[in-house]
């Protein structure tokens, strides 16, 4: 749908930008030489309400006219500055919840055409622990968000319910650093409930950045559903060059990279940066309201991301 909105977005502008300019560099000198010939023909001074009837452009000019910056306005902002998305799943929570409306920074990855998606101006990259909005490589068509765990040529290992990391090196450098368990500090058995379950929930160091992810500690390992690459073991992930390996900080309830692969460098959207706003969906099931209808406000989410 995400896509649709933009050509839909890139077609209006289009649109009502050739009429904005049609107007301005030669309809609206037009009406000008029309007052000023009609002027010439009257003996005496037009009446203002004359004078504004032959200068108001017809409605199917006025209307473009007027939305048009607007529209160019939503279209540059959400193109290439920021975009706002909601979450639709648990499976960044702690992090962001069901029911949270973020905003995508679209600048720090570079530039893209809003259509073909076409970088044209290299800024930067992922850094390990970003949290990313992305095209689901197996249907572009529906946007994913999750956590940047593996950079390209990094080999992952996800044993035990642990991280283990062995960043890319060159051949340049002598050594190579060797695996290295990614920090976590267990913090408390959450409020979070899975079956039944409550959730433990740790706090990890991934870079420079640092957040809390939920386990179940009574759900065994899916190896044999992960995404499986020739010359490594079951729960080990080599991440090939332009693409980037994620999870879901809610690690035993998310379809993540673990299952389907990697992502490439050209599906990437932005990084999540902010909760600009937050609903509660909480409703009995005897409720006469649909799901949809919010039962409250959570302020306290608004703000940045870690």
Request: proline share 7%.
């Amino acid at each position: 749908m995400a896509v649709y909105f933009s050509i839909f977005l890139v077609i209006v502008t289009i649109v009502t930008g050739i009429v904005w300019l049609a107007d301005k560099f030669y309809l609206a000198p037009q009406r000008q030489l029309k007052l000023v010939s009609a002027q010439a023909q009257c003996e005496g001074e037009l009446s203002d309400g004359i004078v504004e009837k032959i200068l108001e452009p017809p409605f199917y000019i006025d209307t473009p006219v007027q939305i048009f910056p607007v529209i160019a306005f939503v279209l540059i902002l959400r193109s290439f500055l920021y975009e706002p998305f909601q979450i639709p799943s648990g499976s960044m929570m702690p992090t962001l919840l069901d029911g949270d409306f973020i905003l995508v920074n679209k600048f720090n990855y570079g530039l893209r055409d809003p259509v073909a998606r076409n970088k044209f101006i290299e800024i930067g990259l992922p850094d390990r622990g970003d949290v990313v909005v992305f095209k689901y490589p197996r249907d572009p068509q529906i946007d994913y968000i999750k956590r940047v765990i593996g950079l390209p040529g990094d080999r992952v290992i996800y044993k035990n319910k642990i991280l283990y990391i062995k960043p890319a090196c060159s051949v340049a450098y002598d050594k190579c650093p060797d695996f290295e368990q990614v920090k976590q500090t267990f913090k408390n058995k959450s409020d979070y409930i899975d079956d039944g379950m409550p959730l433990s929930r740790y706090t990890s160091v991934m870079g420079e950045k640092t957040h809390d992810f939920l386990v179940n500690e009574q759900i065994l390992p899916r190896t044999q559903h992960y995404f499986r690459q020739s010359g490594t073991q079951a729960n080990e992930f080599v991440v090939p060059k332009g693409h980037y390996f994620v999870m879901g900080d809610n690690r035993d309830n998310s379809l993540d990279g673990r299952f389907w692969g990697f992502v490439p460098e050209e599906n990437l959207v932005g990084e999540a940066v902010a909760v600009w706003m937050s609903f509660d969906f909480e409703r009995t099931p005897d409720s006469l309201l649909p799901r949809w209808v919010p039962t409250g406000v959570r302020f306290s989410r608004i703000g940045g991301i870690e």
